[in-house]
């Protein structure tokens, strides 16, 4: 099963915003729901919405004002059900 990508941002604007502070805790996310199998995390040039924060973006949408203090609950309540429904639909295609 060939992996999805997560794009987390770490253009200048965001960097400035603390990516850094945002990224082990993301990569410790991804570990405790056993995804490392299903999505690849990966680093990116600026995703283009500087002014709403720091921006992750998931096939075509992306998920904008993360923190180093709400990344938990965005991971949660935003981005786990995209990644969750997309792993569904793969399986039952398969």
């Not at 400035?16 to 945002?22: A, D, R, S």
């Not at 570990?31 to 919405?49: H, M, N, V």
């Amino acid at each position: 099963m060939s992996k999805e990508n997560l794009y987390l941002c770490m253009g200048s604007a965001c960097h400035q915003l603390g990516v850094y502070e945002v990224l082990p805790k993301l990569q410790a996310l991804i570990q405790e729901y056993d995804l490392e199998d299903t999505i690849e995390l990966k680093g990116s040039f600026c995703l283009e919405t500087c002014s709403f924060g720091i921006v992750m973006k998931f096939q075509d949408q992306h998920f904008i004002n993360i923190n180093a203090q709400n990344i938990e609950d965005k991971f949660l309540q935003e981005i786990l059900p995209v990644i969750q429904k997309k792993d569904l639909e793969k399986q039952a295609q398969s």
